[in-house]
């Protein structure tokens, strides 16, 4: 007889999400068919706005003018130049998902006006 079921694959094992009613040591077949990741959209991890990093470069980016900076949340972990070196030290540092921006120089603000 053949059923369908979903099962999770945890520590090298797979986990069926629903009791299987098997006699010890029964054999049976497998056919693994993966299902897609979910979108971000459908998953129940809230989601990050980065309105920490937000709220700290609209307040405390001004001395960071012209260069990169890297935040987690509201601590900043690197600044520079070069995009490259302050990624580099962000994930050197630990970060996982480190947020980065350019701060603008006041000449590089776009011009929103006549």
Request: aromatic content about 8%; charged content about 25%.
């Given at each position: 007889m053949?059923?369908?079921l979903?099962?999770?694959?945890?520590?090298?094992?797979?986990?069926?999400?629903?009791?299987?009613?098997?006699?010890?040591?029964?054999?049976?077949?497998?056919?693994?068919?993966?299902?897609?990741?979910?979108?971000?959209?459908?998953?129940?991890?809230?989601?990050?706005?980065?309105?920490?990093?937000?709220?700290?470069?609209?307040?405390?980016?001004?001395?960071?003018?012209?260069?990169?900076?890297?935040?987690?949340?509201?601590?900043?972990?690197?600044?520079?130049?070069?995009?490259?070196?302050?990624?580099?030290?962000?994930?050197?540092?630990?970060?996982?998902?480190?947020?980065?921006?350019?701060?603008?120089?006041?000449?590089?603000?776009?011009?929103?006006?006549?």
């Amino acid at each position: 007889m053949a059923r369908q079921l979903e099962a999770v694959f945890e520590q090298g094992v797979l986990r069926p999400l629903e009791p299987l009613f098997l006699s010890e040591n029964q054999r049976v077949q497998l056919t693994l068919e993966e299902a897609p990741a979910p979108l971000s959209w459908e998953t129940n991890e809230p989601i990050n706005e980065r309105s920490e990093e937000l709220r700290w470069l609209a307040e405390q980016s001004e001395a960071y003018a012209g260069q990169w900076v890297a935040l987690d949340g509201s601590k900043l972990i690197a600044h520079g130049n070069k995009l490259a070196a302050v990624s580099e030290e962000a994930r050197s540092s630990g970060v996982a998902q480190p947020f980065f921006a350019r701060v603008p120089k006041d000449k590089d603000t776009p011009f929103g006006g006549w």
